[in-house]
Structure formats: structure tokens, C-alpha cells
T-cell receptor, first 115, second 111 residues
Framework: AQSVTQLGSHVSVSEGALVLLRCNYSSSVPPYLFWYVQYPNQGLQLLLKYTSAATLVKGINGFEAEFKKSETSFHLTKPSAHMSDAAEYFCALEDSGAGSYQLTFGKGTKLSVIP | DTGVSQNPRHKITKRGQNVTFRCDPISEHNRLYWYRQTLGQGPEFLTYFQNEAQLEKSRLLSDRFSAERPKGSFSTLEIQRTEQGDSAMYLC?????????FGPGTRLTVL
């Protein structure tokens, strides 16, 4: 069975500091991987996706993520945190071999940005 | 606005009542998904439609839950005889290949 593990349910960084949110996955087939952001009382917005092309993926708002098959990881980074980055972030996996293309999500990491 | 819309945004109901939620997907998307998100958790898959056909249902979708997508357009999710454990955010998404677009969700509170 496929799964997603996000290390750290809550991460705090200072404004201007590096953001690193960790995601590890388990999948029996080559995965498609996603990062979504969720602001309070809102739906999920796609930040970026990996679909077996370039392993370094650039997304919106200055975020990027690197797919590392050997480490089964897809960590999200941003060089310099902004106050507006405070939100909850979810890593998700789509089983490319499944007909439904449903997403399996991690439990999320809440990012706080300290002024 | 051409995004995914969901109504109502909030629903408060008493235990035992029936509730129905609506999702309007992006018009050209033929795939539609329902997810449930409880506090402190990521969304969990409930069910999936391709056009009007419901092709997959999670074991989370008990007999009290039913979903429809008549004519392959909007979708409804009905919960009968609600229980306090049904309190959650219900998210709808419509999809292109390899990208799901989420609506704002319906937050259900069962008293």
C-alpha cells in the first residue's frame, strides 16, 4: 500500500530564513508527487508537482522540491520565508498505475513564520 | 470564476439528520473526486467519478453516504442519519490528468 509521511506536524521559521518541509513516500510503482498549500478555511492549492520529468521541480511563490528516488523523498524548500507563507502544507502521492488517480495525502505540516 | 465551487460552505446539523452537499466542477473536467478532512489530518479519498459513472469508493464511505453525478456535471454527496463522527471538512476536486483542482470545501458540524 502506498503512503506519505510528513516529518514534523509544526515547523517555525524566522522571516527570511530557509523553509524546509520534509516528505517521504512509499509506493510500489513510480509515483507522481505533489505539494499543496491550505490556508485556514480554504481548499487546497497546488504548489508544484513531479510527474517523472525533471527531478527538481519549481512551483509557485518561490517554492521548489527535489524528487530523490534513492531516499524516497520529495522535500519542499524555499530560500527565504515570507509572512504570507504561513499555512498548512500537504504532500500527496498519486498512484500512476491506479485507474482512479486518487491522491494519498500526508498528515500535513503547519508552517509558522516569525517576524 | 471558473474554479471548483461547493455549497454550502458551512453546515450545522443535529445528529440523525440528513445533509446534502453540492460540488460544481470546472466545466471541461470529466473526473470528480470527494475527500474528507478531519482536524489535524490530510484529506482522505472517499469516491471518484468519471463523467457520470462512480468508478471507485473508499471503505470510508459507509452505507449512510451516497454520491451522485447526474449527466456528468455537478455532484452531490448525501449523508443520512448523521453522526458526530461525520463532523469534518468535505472537499471536492475536479481533475485534468495529473492535477486535481480543489474547491473551498463544506465544513460539517454534527451536534
Amino acid at each position: 500500500a502506498q503512503s506519505v509521511t510528513q516529518l514534523g506536524s509544526h515547523v517555525s521559521v524566522s522571516e527570511g530564513a530557509l523553509v524546509l518541509l520534509r516528505c517521504n513516500y512509499s509506493s510500489s510503482v513510480p509515483p507522481y508527487l505533489f505539494w499543496y498549500v491550505q490556508y485556514p478555511n480554504q481548499g487546497l492549492q497546488l504548489l508544484l508537482k513531479y510527474t517523472s520529468a525533471a527531478t527538481l521541480v519549481k512551483g509557485i511563490n518561490g517554492f521548489e522540491a527535489e524528487f530523490k528516488k534513492s531516499e524516497t523523498s520529495f522535500h519542499l524548500t524555499k530560500p527565504s520565508a515570507h509572512m504570507s507563507d504561513a499555512a498548512e502544507y500537504f504532500c500527496a502521492l498519486e498512484d500512476s498505475g491506479a485507474g482512479s488517480y486518487q491522491l494519498t495525502f500526508g498528515k500535513g505540516t503547519k508552517l509558522s513564520v516569525i517576524p | 470564476d471558473t474554479g471548483v465551487s461547493q455549497n454550502p460552505r458551512h453546515k450545522i446539523t443535529k445528529r440523525g439528520q440528513n445533509v446534502t452537499f453540492r460540488c460544481d466542477p470546472i466545466s471541461e473536467h470529466n473526473r470528480l473526486y470527494w475527500y474528507r478532512q478531519t482536524l489535524g489530518q490530510g484529506p482522505e479519498f472517499l469516491t471518484y467519478f468519471q463523467n457520470e459513472a462512480q468508478l471507485e469508493k473508499s471503505r470510508l464511505l459507509s452505507d449512510r453516504f451516497s454520491a451522485e453525478r447526474p449527466k456528468g456535471s455537478f455532484s452531490t454527496l448525501e449523508i443520512q442519519r448523521t453522526e458526530q463522527g461525520d463532523s469534518a471538512m468535505y472537499l471536492c476536486a475536479s481533475s485534468l490528468p495529473n492535477e486535481q483542482f480543489f474547491g473551498p470545501g463544506t465544513r460539517l458540524t454534527v451536534l
